[in-house]
């Protein structure tokens, strides 16, 4: 029996509210999340709801992950295996696979990440852009298109600010990128959305058979749904049944598209919307909230929210001025030793951060102190170029129409087919209008030696032989397995590099690669490549290992917008300096004019959200000076420092070993420190 009784009345009634919109409106750690998975549990075991009948939609597939166990741990996993819990990627993802030939693509389609849509635009650019010394930035255009994506402009309707270069350059891209993915029957993140959209709208029946399966929704983190999510969300919810919670107040993905207007205007696009607050706050201490409320209370666009605490006031909080990057790795890592040494397990600790750069020093001291951490984002197991390559392969298997990865595997390993060959064989696709992977199939008519005739046909059979064995194979990590072997992508990758150690840790990726198939196939009641790929793509930009992080007893390090929703007894802000927090690339937005405010306003969500994910004790960490290309540069405390009451804050415990360098240090600290040194009496 599931005990409903442990929620306060607000929660209750958020839980058992019956059929209608819903909005739960409330700040960090009231337990929104809580709410929802008790009112998943109260639909099936109260109200009778066929678990197949509700749909659960989170910011992250970790997330997802995460609510999945604690749903299961409330009514058990059977009936949790029913209900569909996923991300708004993972949920278009299943539409399309079902609907998506409606569009005019075929179902094995390929959902194309960062690195592949950057090939493809570099590509464009080149032909139909850049001319003499213009060199457009890919980067650029792709993040105008991804922005236009979530703001459902399709390339038709993009008009381009006068006079921008980039609007332009975009304009004429756009168009020509959406048709080359077509061609390659290839989807990009942004499409997964814009797609359903579409098909909703333009397919009335494939909507029907989604509501009709689809009847009661909630999502979590809905503050940050952008335009996007939001029309998919109007949608589905046709019938009402939609209940979001979210909190304005921790809006961070602004720069992606999210729009507060979304939460803001919520009671406005869905008539008869129950609105509930909770004010309560379970997480964190009274010093911790009360930081969290005096910071935010600094925005202006925004709800107002009261948020207490039955807790105590409990530990002030620390502020530690460090000299430099390596003496703030340093003072953190100690501190947290000297916590763990007083019997707390690693698990407990949190290292967050605004940028993935800063993780660095971070990871160097961690690993010099031997203390086990866990990096989360950084340097993407995926995006390394054996491990592309090698799933380039898997894509190509699956869609041979996909043409960035057919063209990335052409002449890998090594066959002599070189570039020229390559560029006769795309201008022949292009002036018969027809795919590459056809024209390989029949290159007659091109101009090409004999011997890259003869290995262009050894190619095409080889992936035609594998695709054939991959469909019907019992063990797919054998085969796989066996396909890069006979491909000899360890002999490829020996010969790339005369260093042994490189080499070997090479091979061990794309060992994982096969590890991580292996993983998926346990998993999996039916595994399919379609399926292992899937997961491959969707995992993008999160963390991507399998093992469940909470079993592991280690120190998580991420960052600040990786940390939405979860919580550590332990938290460490670190970087707390101007240009850090807020960003160098908000101060510049907002000195740009425009709406001034905003993008500050956005750094000092993601600040709260950062002092909100502790639950006992922060820590906030700044450096007085940071090296840039080897030089030492001063940096300046971050402003929203002095929003914090002194009172509540104080310099690091006297327990940490003292360094020489500390009363030089808060020497330096200047005005800031000065009022909490007095409260110190040190
Ligand atoms: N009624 C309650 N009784 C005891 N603990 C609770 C209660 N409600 C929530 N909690 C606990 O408070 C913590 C925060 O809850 P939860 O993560 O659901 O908050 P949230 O509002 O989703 O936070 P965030 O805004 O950071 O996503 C969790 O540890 C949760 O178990
Ligand atoms: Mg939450």
Redesign the pocket.
Known sequence: MVDFH???PE?YAAVEHGDGPLLLL??????????ITYRIAYLVLERDIHPGHILAMTFTNKAALEMRERVAGLIGRKRTAAMTIATFHSLCVQILKQHIDRLGYKRNFSIYAAADQVRLIKDLIDRHVNSGDRRIDADRILWIISDAKNRLIAPEDFVPFHGDEYQLAAATVYPAYQKALKAFNAVDFDDLIMLTTRLFRDHPEALEACRQCYRYLLV??YQDTNAAQYQLLRQLAAHGNLCV?G?DD?SIYGWRGADLGNILDFEKDFPGTRTIR?E????STGNILAAANAVIRCNTRRKVKKLWTADGAGEPLEMIVCRDEEDEALQVVERLQVEHYRGRPWKHFAILYRTNIQSRAFEEQLRYLDVPYRLVGGQQFYDRKEVKDAVAYLKVLLNPSDEVNLLRILNYPKRGIGTTSADRLIQRSSDRDCSLWEVLRDPSGVDLSDQVRASLALFVRLIETWRYRLRDSLDLTASVAELFRELDLDGEINRSTDDRIKAERRREFLQDVINALASYQQREAEPTLAGFLEKVSLLDDEQQDDKDADEEDVVTLMSLHSS????FPMVFLVGMEEEYLPHKNSLEAAADGGEATAPIEEERRLFY?GI??A?RQLVLTRAEERKKYGKALKREPSRFLAEIPEELLQARSSSVPRQTSEAEQQQQAGHFFSGIQSLLGE
């Open positions: 442990t929620l306060n929660q409330a700040g960090a750690g009231s337990g929104k999340t809580r709410v979590d983190e919670v909190d921790q909770l309560q706050n379970y997480r939405k929703g979860l919580e959200v909100t994910r639950r």
